[in-house]
Nanobody, 122 residues
């Protein structure tokens, strides 16, 4: 599976961004998808995940109520809508795919796309 994240940019505190993740067609719907981020000097952290069918989602506590993950298997895309952004959300964001049926940060995330930078300024 080849993944590519896009949609990053610069936004002021309180603003919104929508990230997209596009995948190779053949097996996109066979994978649980996840969004991760890595801020400078920090470890990569799980942000959100969505099941293969899109029926189940999971979020890090830090983004609950502000971020929403979705996917559209026919178009081989997934999205991360980010609202009420804060400077703490500044990071490189990655999408990843896992064969696990359960959305968990500890699952083997087999495939990773190149990240997209999100910068939130005050």
């Amino acid at each position: 599976v080849q993944l590519q994240a896009s949609g990053g940019g610069m936004v002021q505190t309180g603003g919104s961004l929508r990230l997209s993740c596009s995948g190779s067609p053949r097996t996109f719907s066979d994978y649980t998808l996840g969004w991760f981020r890595q801020a400078p000097g920090k470890e990569r952290e799980f942000v959100a995940g969505i099941s293969r069918t899109g029926d189940d989602t999971a979020y890090a506590d830090s983004v609950k109520g502000r971020f929403a993950v979705s996917r559209d298997n026919p178009s081989n895309t997934a999205s991360l809508q980010m609202n009420s952004l804060d400077t703490e959300d500044t990071a490189v964001y990655y999408c990843a795919a896992s064969a696990s049926l359960v959305i968990t940060s500890s699952a083997p995330w087999l495939y990773w796309g190149k990240g997209t930078q999100v910068t939130v300024s005050s």
